[in-house]
């Protein structure tokens, strides 16, 4: 595999306080140089055979290409950065912002402060849209390797010393506040609207079970937290309940094969959620038994372990 160089992506010249002379040095000396060890790196991975190779240099190796790799990314997303007068804030663009900054104010604020933060060490700061949330997030990390895992960043600032030092000095602030002022918006925005069409990580999927109604471990929890009326069967097989240490308080438990023996304790108005280990199958099949009875029953997605993977309280299952 080969790594091809991207060309510049904003126009020098028309950088306002921030000199070709930076911009030219930044590419050729910074991209240019971790673009060149990319593919060496590339090349000496691609010769070794791994399993004859101490796990001493595979990690570096993999290390070293990472760093690179991402050195390139980033510093082709920050030259794309530049070039626009940065105040333009197009509507889609500010609109993202509001919603999940409260303000482009707001959001300009917390990036200047991240920036801040990293003067006089390295690192970058980056706008993401991380598509499972659906959401921009503004992160910082102190090296080339901190990215938010499937995030996809739309704005970098380059915080070492390399990318302002030629034209400011040790300045820091005064490199930041140019960045700011140089941002290309539409080019940002651009970005976001393509970051947007990818897709979030697929969910579970139980299409058996699909037109069963399901609530999440959040909305069970906020109506119990609200003191709403619900009854709570905590219906984990029999033979699992043996190795059984807690169970969701609130709950009740009930073995799932003698439903109706207890299905008859049950009141027809207030609703009912129901919920097995993991939230597979025994709870889902529960739900759909109490519906046909006539019950207002649904199941709890994920079950037991995700009412305790989102701290909700337990008691001892005796
Ligand atoms: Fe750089």
New binding site residues.
């Given amino acids: 595999m080969q790594y091809h160089l991207a060309p510049l992506f904003c126009r020098p010249w028309t950088l306002n306080g921030i000199t070709p002379r930076l911009i030219e040095s ?1 590419y050729e000396g ?2 240019g140089s971790a673009l060149r060890r990319l593919n060496a790196i590339t090349e000496e991975l691609e010769a070794l055979d791994p399993a004859m190779t101490s796990a001493e240099v595979v990690n570096r190796l993999k290390r070293d290409e990472a760093a690179a790799l991402n050195s390139t990314l980033l ?1 082709e997303l ?1 030259f794309a950065s530049l070039g626009g007068d940065g105040r333009t804030v197009p509507e889609t663009m500010a609109a993202a912002l509001a919603r999940d900054f409260g303000s482009t104010d707001r959001w300009r604020q917390e990036f200047i402060a991240l920036a801040n933060a990293l003067a006089g060490g390295s690192g970058w700061v980056l706008l993401t849209y991380v598509p499972r949330d659906g959401r921009l997030i503004n992160q910082s990390g102190a090296d080339h390797g901190q990215n938010i895992a499937g995030g996809i960043p739309i704005l970098a600032l ?1 915080m ?1 010393e ?2 302002y030092h030629i034209d400011f000095g040790s300045n820091a602030t005064a490199y930041i506040a140019a960045f700011m002022r140089n941002i290309d918006w539409s080019a940002v925005q651009g970005r976001y609207e393509d970051a947007t069409t990818v897709a979030p990580p697929r969910p579970l999927e139980q299409k058996q079970f699909a037109d069963v109604p399901a609530m999440t471990v959040e909305e069970v929890k906020a109506m119990l937290d609200s003191g709403d009326r619900i009854q709570v069967i905590d219906a984990r097989p029999r033979h699992y309940t043996t190795r059984a240490q807690d169970i969701m308080e609130g709950a009740v438990w009930r073995d799932p094969e003698r439903l109706d023996e207890w299905i008859g304790e049950l009141s027809k108005t207030d609703p009912v959620v129901t919920y097995c280990v993991y939230g597979f199958h025994v709870g889902c099949e529960t739900a759909i038994a109490l519906r046909k009875a006539g019950f207002d029953a649904r199941y709890m997605a994920g079950g037991h372990y995700a009412w305790k993977a989102i701290g909700g309280k337990v008691k001892l299952f005796e």
């Fill in positions: 930044h910074n991209y510093h920050y380059d070492y390399h990318a």
